[in-house]
């Protein structure tokens, strides 16, 4: 895939992204001012949490061995061959999505007191409800991300970026258009936003040609091999869900309200990775499986990987000082309304503040676990991430004791930069130098670029909220200071000459025909 070609790309879904948490802040907004943090919406947010262990790993697991797979039957077999493994792959999954679910609802009471020990009396109650209703999310999770790796490997990454805007059209015209909302209401409003996933992908597939089969083919010897490469993700995914299980089970002891306070955070930590980090992972994934050929590794797969790092950290470097920055305002503007008060804005920003630093380093992670995919070593990544998991885990019980919700964020960013440095060092070991000169010189630069932006966005914000107050001043504040931020990081990175931002700069300038 040409500069041109990916570039464009990540940029359509960089787009969509946008406007899918965009939407997603909007949808978190309303529920914060319908219900505020409170013994309801942890019963919520943890029913969802539940199907997402359940067989959330399976669905990372099936994207990231299905892709390789995928690209290497279409290349040697054509699409017709493709679609055939496809399908049986697709069958199986969902046969076993549907048994997980209905082991999930029959053992749902014993799932709540498992993940959410604290729980009792209502929120128990509650929990156990809705749960067993947002049970059937196994069985969309797993369909939306087989056909998700479908269309992706064929260099279509529109419709797998649209899932996101689908879903919470149903969330935000529920809690909209409802006069009186229930967190029932809001648990079926979500299952059919997420059943909606689904069927948002389907004229894009038939527009490639793709032709659902219910046949089984026992006999395809591709399915020994992916299952050979996905037990070590589904392992190392299935480690990393041990992180969600460890976090939400330590907030749930700690007080009410504190499993939608992590939530919360999360979300709004989440919002720049999914819009930048997240595309590019997308588009680059496909792209360096394409560069293997049998067990020799393309010198444009290093290249590929060095830039999509120094791309990763000219985004996300500048975002995390942002939010470390401005993240009470942030917090305030987004959320602070109806149910949501000043406590809850206080415990967001704590748990907020120390989630937030390791947000640049999980983008680093990520593109490193899909370089070990991509080469079909899926071993490597699942003996970090149980290391990554053996550190949050030890940490939580920790730091909990002496920092509260605080504990629990920085537990997280610890535990990603220890498992980001140890990838790092077996990647080099297995496919050689990536250039790690230049992309620390690059990261250096974008760093500094980072901090000059945060101490004037900092000094900026202060003085501006001694004269201006309340949720309108707050927005004015924050919108000011996005402003001048990237306009002082754009004059930083320029005069420190970062090469992607010159690679943009000139994209952007012939697209445009400016001279």
Known sequence: MSKVKLARFASQIMIITILSKLMGFWRDALIAKEFGATYETDAYMMSLTIPSILFGLFGLAITTTFIPMLTKSLKEKGKGNMYEFANTVMNLITLLAILIGVLGWKFTPQLVKLIAPGYSGDVYDLTIQLTRLSVINVVFISLNSGYTAILQTLDNFIAPSLVGVVMNVFIIGYLLFVKEATIMGLT?????GNGSQILIQIPWLIKNKYKYSWKINFKDSRLKEMLVLILPVLIGIGINQINTFVDNNVASILPKGSVSVLQYANRLNSLVYGIFATSIITVIYPTLAKY????????????YLSKAINNINLIMFPATVGIIVLRNNII?????????????????????????????????????NRAFY??????????????????NVVLDIALVKVMGIGGLTLATTISILVSTILLSLDLRKKIGNIDAVLVLKTGGKILGSSVIMGL?????????LKFISGNKGQMISLMICAIVGCIVYVISINLFKVEEYNDIKSHLLARFKIK
Not at 188 to 192: K, P, Q, S, V
Not at 374 to 391: C, L, Q, R
Not at 456 to 464: A, C, G, H
Request: net charge positive; hydrophobic share 50%.
């Open 456 to 464: 004037v966005v900092y000094v900026i914000n202060n003085n501006m």
């Open 292 to 303: 293997i050929n049998g067990t020799e590794i393309k010198e444009d797969f290093k290249k």
């Open 332 to 368: 305030n503007v987004v959320f602070k309304r109806g149910a949501f008060d000043e406590n809850a804005v206080n415990s967001t920003a704590i748990a907020l503040l120390f989630l937030a630093i390791g947000t640049g380093v999980l983008g680093i992670r990520d593109i490193y």
């Open 374 to 391: 991509a080469i079909k070593d899926t071993k490597t990544p699942m003996k970090n991430s149980a290391i990554g998991v053996f550190t």
């Open 188 to 192: 079926i409003a979500t299952i059919i």
